[in-house]
């Protein structure tokens, strides 16, 4: 058989060939109101059940790779399912930035559900992909077995207005980077929506070099942001921490908690602090002993990516070869604790 993986770059959309694993793209998973979001499931092709992994994504779930972290991850056992968030590329709906619970819910449910699925559905990714798990963990999906955070935020206010500073390169550059979806997705509704998109080249100077420095903050009209991405206004017109944030307080939902986690990050991570939160939170408050006892961390020296045995460097500063760290192998052995079904 042969998987085909559909990534960022048309020349790169071609069958790249895998014997042992099969991929499905764009499966249509209904959420509670009706709104249809899309996943691809990279699976063994060898018959029976097996555990899940998801990663739920607003940044395409289209591979960098033909060899992808889903293909090594499905080929350690797992069916791994990689799904647009609302509003975003290939699935349905209007997004609102973070508010991702009760679509976390139901697609943790729909997962358990395929019959390749064995009714066990772990959660895992970075960043955005880091929230969404915490978001939906205190809802008590049925099915949710395990999360692998890495780069959490505890308090959406504390990490937009970090020491009470509106964190501007984060804030900023990200809205823009997703309004150009939302403009594609409302100017051409029959274009290819499944791939890569981001600032060009262009804009990336721009942003540098004139929209980081407009004042005041909520006059910018770059890219037509108010249009495109009316929640960069949200936030801005939150200032100081009240009912609008509670929505994203995830330390605040601590005690909901029943599920084992492993925390990653970096001491140069902009989540740093917040993922050090969720950790000693949960370890104090997670609603059950079992929870409690199973958070787990791992701290090193990196930025906000997931390090690899190759990630020795921040800048012109080396650390050396102890510093590369394979957080790939630590997810398949993770999982494969509290979902022992799987095996290479």
């Known amino acids: 058989l042969l998987a085909v993986a559909a990534i960022a770059t048309p020349a790169a959309r071609q069958a790249v060939p895998d014997p042992v694993v099969v991929v499905e793209t764009n499966l249509e998973a209904r959420m509670r109101d009706g709104v249809v979001l899309r996943a691809d499931v990279y699976r063994p092709v060898v018959a029976g059940r097996r ?21 090594r991850l499905a080929r350690a056992g797992f069916v791994v399912v990689v799904q647009d968030t609302r509003g975003r ?23 358990a559900q ?37 780069a959490s935020y505890a308090s959406r206010y504390d990490m937009v207005f970090q020491g009470g500073a509106f964190y501007l390169g984060d804030g900023l550059s990200w809205n823009l980077g997703q309004a150009k ?21 262009e804009e990336r100077t721009q942003l540098r070099e004139q929209w980081y420095w407009h004042l005041p903050l909520n006059s910018i ?24 944030w509670m929505t994203f307080d995830v330390a605040a939902r601590h005690p909901q908690f029943e599920v084992p986690a492993y925390h990653l ?22 609603g059950t002993e079992r929870a409690r006892r199973n958070q787990r961390l791992i701290v090193g020296p990196w930025t906000h990516a997931r390090p690899t045995a190759a990630t020795t460097k921040i800048g012109d500063v080396d ?26």
């Not at 955005?128 to 955070?149: I, R, W």
């Open 89 to 111: 590329y290939m699935s349905d709906g209007v997004a609102v930035p973070h508010d991702e619970g009760a679509d976390g819910y139901d697609t943790i449910e729909w997962v």
């Open 51 to 71: 555990p899940a992994l998801l990663q739920r994504t607003p940044y395409s779930k289209n591979p960098e790779a033909p060899d992808s972290q889903y293909h």
């Open 265 to 286: 990050t970096g001491w140069y991570d902009s989540l740093l602090n917040g993922t050090l939160a969720n950790f000693s939170g949960l370890r104090a408050h997670a």
């Open 319 to 344: 650390f050396g070869p102890d510093a590369g760290f394979d957080s790939e192998g630590l997810i398949v052995r993770w999982f494969q604790h509290w979902m022992p079904a799987a095996h290479s």
């Open 221 to 244: 009209e770059a890219l037509q942001l108010r249009r495109y991405a009316p929640g960069y206004w949200d936030l801005l017109a939150h200032p100081s921490y009240d009912d609008f």
């Open 181 to 201: 979806d939302v403009r594609r997705r409302m100017l051409e509704p029959g274009a290819h929506r499944d791939g890569e998109l981001g600032l060009t080249p």
């Open 114 to 150: 395929r019959p390749y699925v064995d009714g066990r559905v772990g959660m895992f990714g970075g960043s955005y992909s880091a929230t969404v798990q915490l978001l939906v963990a205190p809802m008590k999906p049925p099915h949710l077995a395990a999360l692998f955070p890495s």
